[in-house]
């Protein structure tokens, strides 16, 4: 991918106050492209989107809900985007059995207010829909799910992701033949990175425990995650948002895996190494109580196609995936009053980061 695609184009990004939305507004704004965003305020306390300032990054910051048409379409046409990111959701399995009708709304009614507000855009050449990798019936058979696999969805976060499949499928079909933008849909995989403190995330849990010296309760020590970097899906879906644009845009429409590699690590390792890079005395214990929620035991990604059309592969290891964000999180906590240093820190690691990967 040449940096100069991205230079001056102009990105609208829902849900650019989460996770993976702030790396992706850092990245676009590094590369050059001009990014507005539409989401609700940050949750969590601290976040990465206003510890770091990201608003000052954006040509428009809109707060309201994706439920709401007439705003997200008044947003986007103010916006006048080229390119489209959608990652607006409530994207937490747990919150999905506490909240299951707004996960529904968010997720599926949000999807469709955000393709009918794209076709009513007429300057937006492609639009990446981010649903997830646990669009796919699972029945814990050790299947490496392709694109092609049955879709599925045990918990209510799951099966309103399948949904926006769908979903998106058949607006492409219904509505989208003769229109200009080309649209595809990811699905990627858990990731981690730094900035992420949404609750119920092992790295955060370390993390909160190395620097304010608590011991660390860890359930499930022995599971195994092979803890990718959002960087790596993230440089896809920019590849692919390329690729969308271009005159063979057509080809690329559809949906597209952006999987793990297959190398694992498990969670009692993960803190081990957590504990050494921040060098702490913290005591990990291994907590008895399990979680009741239903969790895949077998969940795994053939991303062969974004291999062979888009040249994507996983080119971090969990271990330097891991470290990656520790350290993110180690210079975060050492600066908390220089914004500007951990803002360098971040871009520092997607340079080296481009540096590695081929298809860029
Ligand atoms: N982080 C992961 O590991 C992961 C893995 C697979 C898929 N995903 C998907 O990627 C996307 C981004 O994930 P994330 O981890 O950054 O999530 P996040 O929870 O950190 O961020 C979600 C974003 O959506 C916005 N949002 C939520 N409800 C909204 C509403 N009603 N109206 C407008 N905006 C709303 C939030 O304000 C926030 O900006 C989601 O679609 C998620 O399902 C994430």
């Known amino acids: 991918m040449k940096n100069s695609f991205w230079k001056n184009k102009k990105v609208f990004i829902t849900g650019h106050t989460g996770f993976k939305g702030s790396w992706l507004v850092i990245i676009l704004r590094y590369l050059g492209a001009k990014v507005s965003g539409y989401a609700l ?101 050790k299947i490496n799910f392709d694109e092609n696999s049955k879709l599925g969805g045990y918990d209510i976060y799951s099966s309103s992701k399948a949904c926006c499949e769908i979903l998106t499928e058949s607006f492409v079909k219904s509505f989208m033949n003769k229109n200009n933008c080309k649209i595809a849909t990811v699905r990627s995989g858990n990731c981690i990175g730094g900035g992420d403190w949404t609750k119920d995330r092992i790295v955060k849990d370390c993390v909160e425990a190395f620097i304010h010296k608590r011991k660390l309760l860890i359930r499930s020590p022995n599971s195994t995650r092979p803890w990718q970097h959002v960087m790596e899906p993230v440089c896809g879906y920019l590849k692919l948002a390329e690729k969308l644009s271009g005159k063979n845009g057509k080809r690329y429409v559809g949906s597209w895996n952006f ?102």
């Open 259 to 360: 999987g793990p590699s297959r190398v694992n690590l498990s969670v009692l390792n993960l803190a081990k190494l957590g504990k050494k890079i921040f060098n702490s005395k913290s005591k990990i214990i291994i907590e008895k109580k399990r979680i009741k929620n239903h969790e895949a035991k077998y969940l795994s990604l053939n991303s062969k196609k974004s291999f062979k059309y888009l040249k994507w592969k996983v080119y971090m290891k969990p271990e330097i995936s891991l470290k990656l964000t520790f350290d993110w999180f180690k210079i975060f906590y050492a600066n908390k009053s220089n914004k500007k240093k951990v803002i360098e820190f971040t871009i520092k690691q997607f340079q080296n980061f481009k540096k590695m990967i081929k298809y860029f």
């Open 41 to 141: 305020d940050p949750i969590s306390k601290p976040n990465f989107f206003d510890n770091l300032e990201l608003s000052k990054f954006l040509e428009n910051d809109f707060r309201a809900d994706i439920k709401n048409f007439s705003k997200l379409n008044k947003a986007i046409k103010r916006s006048k985007p080229n390119i489209v990111f959608h990652l607006a959701a409530q994207s937490s399995v747990l919150v999905s059995y506490n909240n299951p009708e707004d996960t529904l709304k968010t997720n599926i009614i949000g999807t469709f207010n955000l393709l009918e507000a794209v076709k009513l855009n007429k300057n937006i050449k492609s639009t990446i829909v981010v649903t997830t990798d646990k669009v796919y019936l699972n029945e814990d058979e």
